[in-house]
T-cell receptor
Framework: AQSVTQLGSHVSVSEGALVLLRCNYS??????LFWYVQYPNQGLQLLLK??????LVKGINGFEAEFKKSETSFHLTKPSAHMSDAAEYFC????????????FGKGITLSVRP | DTGVSQNPRHKITKRGQNVTFRCDPI?????LYWYRQTLGQGPEFLTY????????KSRLLSDRFSAERPKGSFSTLEIQRTEQGDSAMYLC????????????FGSGTRLTVV
């Protein structure tokens, strides 16, 4: 079955450290890929998206992600974590023919230590 | 335009009662999606509309759930005879057909069934 996998449920980094959140998809045809952020009791905010243009995608708040077809991955990175980055992060995909229906991973909670 | 609006933000109900949630999408968006998010999980697709037509329903949407989008504007999601397992965040999103960039989520309705 087509799916998206986010390894681990919790990542903790120090303020100023590199943030790396992993996402892998399972599909023989590259899907459209998205990262969303969710703050407590809030909806989802789009961080960035890959829609078959450039493989390195830059998003809001200093985040970026690189699409690697050979690894079926779309990992999210940020060079220097800020306290305000503490939130839950979801990787999501739209598979071809899925009527623009998003399929989400389970999410990763990012904690930032002072 | 103020984005996607969901009401109420929070709803506490007794088991067995019926509840109804409302979603007002971005006015020019013709697609509207409902998702359910339980604690520690990513959002799961429930159903979607294109204009007033309900085009797809997930197997998660039992007979107790019904959704409508009269006149292709706002949408309602009703849950009859609520169960404790229905406790979740219900998210609404809207987009334009064929437009992968305009998938906008509301802040959600958090349902607690006691």
């Amino acid at each position: 079955a087509q799916s998206v996998t986010q390894l681990g449920s919790h990542v903790s980094v120090s303020e100023g450290a590199l943030v790396l959140l992993r996402c892998n998809y399972s599909s023989s045809v590259p899907p459209y890929l998205f990262w969303y952020v969710q703050y407590p009791n809030q909806g989802l905010q789009l961080l960035l998206k890959y829609t078959s243009a450039a493989t390195l995608v830059k998003g809001i708040n200093g985040f970026e992600a690189e699409f690697k077809k050979s690894e079926t991955s779309f990992h999210l990175t940020k060079p220097s974590a800020h306290m305000s980055d503490a939130a839950e992060y979801f990787c999501a995909v739209i598979y071809p023919g899925a009527n623009s229906k998003l399929t989400f991973g389970k999410g990763i909670t990012l904690s930032v230590r002072p | 335009d103020t984005g996607v609006s969901q009401n109420p933000r929070h709803k506490i109900t007794k088991r067995g009662q019926n509840v109804t949630f409302r979603c007002d999408p971005i006015s020019e968006h013709n697609r509207l999606y409902w998702y359910r998010q339980t604690l520690g999980q990513g959002p799961e697709f429930l159903t979607y509309f294109q204009n007033e037509a309900q085009l797809e329903k997930s197997r998660l949407l039992s007979d107790r759930f019904s959704a409508e989008r009269p006149k292709g504007s706002f949408s309602t999601l009703e849950i009859q005879r609520t169960e404790q397992g229905d406790s979740a965040m219900y998210l609404c999103a809207s987009s334009l057909v064929g437009e992968l960039y305009g998938y906008t989520f509301g802040s959600g309705t958090r349902l607690t069934v006691v």
